[in-house]
């Protein structure tokens, strides 16, 4: 029997995480040590480039800041370009924890799922969101759920892993700005299998969200837009 040895990476966005870097690259050290990472720096104005340089970490810095699906979909084309069969996102501030990477990826296999997300809903433990937001979240499994027929009880988590069909196809387009949504319904359409497990997830270690009121009004209004226009794509 051979077995086959599967490369797995961990696309770490970073814009202005100095505050939790380190502690989310030792976090994946520690507890899923068969990832590799890289960070996508996206032009951070604050110390993170330099605390990843002078730590020795594995780091791709951005040109420009690209925003979040840009600096995504870069560590997305990394995945691609270096042959890795499985990646996952994990945001920079601490939020996601890397005991669950294991189980996300022996999901994905076991499964023959094509995405597995890590959702904070199935079991409602750990850090939940602002109830605003919440709201906004069971929004979208209903919209999703609509055009799609597949319900996803964390559509917005950016905690998912993807196989190598996904990462060639996210590494080939991703929206701008609040992607989660519209490249979940997105692989719904294209008839992938996407999976959720439960995950508890933590407060930021530090730093600050970047939507505000104001681009929480303009997400509600741009991401079902968007969602609806790739579902009649």
């Known amino acids: 029997m051979v077995c086959v040895i599967m490369k797995k990476l961990a696309i770490i966005p ?24 890289i960070i996508i720096n996206d032009r951070s104005k604050d110390n993170t480039y330099n605390l990843c340089i002078e730590a020795g970490l594995n780091i791709l810095n951005l040109p420009l800041n690209l925003g979040i699906g840009g600096a995504v979909q870069t560590g997305y084309w990394y995945a691609l370009e270096n042959g890795y069969d499985i990646a996952v996102q994990f945001d920079g501030d601490g939020q996601h924890d ?17 995405m597995v997300i890590g959702s904070r809903f ?33 559509p917005t988590s950016g905690f998912r892993m993807c196989d ?7 590494a080939d387009g991703y929206p701008k700005d609040y992607p989660e949504p519209e490249t979940t ?24 969200s970047s939507i505000s009121l104001k681009k929480s009004i303009y997400y509600m209004i741009k991401v079902p837009l968007a969602i609806i226009i790739e579902r009649m794509r």
Do not use: C, H, W
């Not at 409602?124 to 009880?153: A, D, M, N």
């Not at 190598?164 to 996210?170: D, V, Y």
């Open 14 to 37: 970073a814009y202005n995480e100095a505050e939790s870097i380190i502690y989310t690259v030792k976090d994946i050290q520690k507890n899923a040590p068969d990832f590799d990472y």
């Open 98 to 114: 890397a005991k669950y990477l294991g189980i996300m990826a022996d999901t994905l296999i076991q499964k023959k799922a094509n």
């Open 122 to 154: 199935i079991e409602k433990e750990g850090y939940q969101s602002s109830g605003i937001r919440r709201i906004g979240i069971r929004f979208f499994t209903v919209l999703i759920y609509l055009l799609t027929g597949e319900k996803i009880t964390d």
């Open 164 to 170: 190598r069909k996904i990462i060639e196809m996210f």
């Open 185 to 208: 319904t997105k692989a719904l359409r294209n008839k992938f299998k996407v999976d959720e497990i439960p995950v508890k997830m933590r407060a930021r270690e530090g730093g600050k």
